[in-house]
């Protein structure tokens, strides 16, 4: 991309590893360790400009400033810190177009939500960011832009990534996959603990499959009914319930990997006791993991709702009575809209509708 003020092209050094690094150093006449030094500042500790980075000479971040090198060019639109310690950031790259990335500190480790691309084209009829249509696929660059940027405003360590932002990542394999790589090889995440979800892409799982990389990998699948998981998914009327389990069966067996089935419960839509029995058929014999998630209510016509605990704890018992490994997805952040797509329609741009972006700083959260 280009500044406003200047022809002169903007080059991230995010997204590139250390290989490439040192040829950039080469080529503005440094020596090679000048490019290991970068990537240590980029990908160990999260720079977030080369003004940061003392040990380089002044003179080498000179020339990189002079050569249009900056060390990423996402722009902070929003940050909100909510009440339970979940922070959450609007990024653009200057073009407007914002995403989503969330950071989730626990007690036992901090994890993070990132996006794959801008908006959805799969228009699930449940997903505020499905409701707010598609514009592009995010690239490598600004995928790792967003671990960085959220390990900015860290103070402990990100040692968990899961692919559950805005977009639906197997329609980016070609930034998502070198993303994961980098993520993996330059900044030192273990890929088992890198999940990416899906709704249910069967040649993309196969290609996954293929790579055998072992990730860990999340089907969207709300519901065992074709029936009912078409009103709720349209991809279902391309790959039916039926075949994509399959596809996760033949995932498993390609690559020895436990996979989760996404679950999200609407009241009296697809919490039946029927459904649950279904379910639990329907995996039999696959190590994987149920993760029940009750809706969050997002504004569309179909007036659905979110189930009663009972309801819940019924669905559940149905499904551990048949020795279904399932958890609940613990909440959090609904005080600062961190629910996928929510804060992204708050404002104005592709996919805002409310106040006008401005940038921000990165500042750790008080």
């Not at 040829?23 to 990908?43: C, N, P, S, T, V």
């Not at 699948?221 to 009327?237: C, F, K, T």
């Not at 409310?354 to 700083?361: A, E, H, K, W, Y």
Request: hydrophobic share 40%; aromatic share 6%.
């Amino acid at each position: 991309m280009r500044t406003a003020d200047s022809d002169k092209e903007v080059r991230p050094l995010v997204g590139l590893r250390t290989a490439e690094l040192r040829q950039i150093a080469i080529g503005l006449g440094e020596r090679a360790f000048r490019g290991d030094q970068l990537a240590k500042w980029i990908y160990s500790k999260a720079s977030t400009s080369l003004e940061q980075m003392h040990d380089l000479p002044i003179a080498f971040r000179d020339r990189l400033t002079s050569e249009g090198f900056v060390v990423s060019d996402l722009i902070v639109a929003d940050h909100r810190h909510s009440s339970d310690d979940v922070d959450k950031l609007l990024l653009h790259n200057g073009d407007g177009q914002v995403f989503e990335s969330v950071l989730l500190p626990y007690a036992d480790r901090v994890s993070c939500c990132l996006s794959s691309q801008i908006g959805c084209p799969m228009a699930c009829t449940f997903c505020a960011t499905g409701l707010g249509g598609f514009d592009r696929n995010l690239s490598t660059c600004e995928i790792v832009g967003q671990y960085l940027a959220l390990q900015s405003i860290s103070k402990r360590r990100i040692g968990h990534v899961v692919f559950m932002g805005m977009g639906e990542p197997l329609l980016n394999l070609k930034s998502l996959l070198p993303a994961i790589e980098i993520l993996h090889e330059e900044i030192g995440l273990s890929l088992r603990h890198i999940t990416v979800s899906t709704v249910g892409l069967v040649p993309q799982i196969r290609e996954l499959a293929r790579l055998k990389m072992p990730i860990h990998l999340a089907l969207s699948l709300h519901s065992p009914l074709d029936e009912i998981r078409g009103r709720l998914m349209p991809v279902n009327h391309k790959w039916p319930v039926a075949e994509v389990v399959q596809t996760m069966r033949d995932y498993h067996r390609a690559t020895g990997r436990k996979v989760t089935f996404e679950y999200l419960l609407i009241d009296q839509m697809n919490d039946t006791p029927e459904q649950a029995r279904l379910l639990a058929e329907l995996v039999k014999g696959l190590p994987c993991v149920v993760n029940l998630i009750p809706f969050n209510y997002v504004d569309t016509e179909n007036g659905w709702k979110r189930p009663s605990r009972d309801r819940v704890r019924a669905f559940r018992a149905i499904l551990e009575s048949r020795k279904v490994n399932v958890t609940e997805r613990v909440e959090r952040g609904h005080d600062i809209a961190a629910a996928c797509g929510q804060l992204a329609g708050q404002h104005t741009g592709r996919f805002g509708r409310g106040r006008p972006l401005s940038p921000l700083p990165l500042a750790p959260s008080s």
